[in-house]
């Protein structure tokens, strides 16, 4: 894996946000939830789509903080369009675990 620099982790600005909606997304490839993140007034509302359903349902999505880069270009999955990139590590069958903050905080606030 080839070293970066600190400028270049500082170009992914990964922010905080709340779950304010969640829906099945049946018309992906594989299965997936849509999702309305709020990310406090400097970015508002954010919508995204994340293969998470092994551990997730939009139910209790709704409510929860997450993590998510906030500056890549929005993306078309299928009908759909992504606006930010929720964080996620796999677990040992490869199923997607939500990263989020261990304890409440600002919406917006930036990962440092």
Avoid: C
């Amino acid at each position: 894996m080839a070293d970066i620099s600190f400028d270049d982790f500082l170009r992914v600005d990964i922010r905080a946000g709340r779950v304010t909606r969640a829906e099945p997304f049946p018309e992906a490839r594989k299965p997936a939830i849509k999702m309305w993140i709020d990310f406090g007034p400097e970015l508002g509302e954010k919508k995204t789509s994340a293969q998470v359903t092994a551990h997730y349902t939009p139910e209790a999505l709704v409510g929860r903080q997450v993590m998510a880069v906030v500056n890549f270009p929005p993306r078309q999955i299928g009908p759909f369009m992504s606006e930010v990139l929720v964080l996620g590590v796999g677990d040992a069958q490869g199923d997607i675990v939500l990263v989020s903050p261990d304890q409440e905080v600002p919406l917006g606030g930036r990962m440092h």
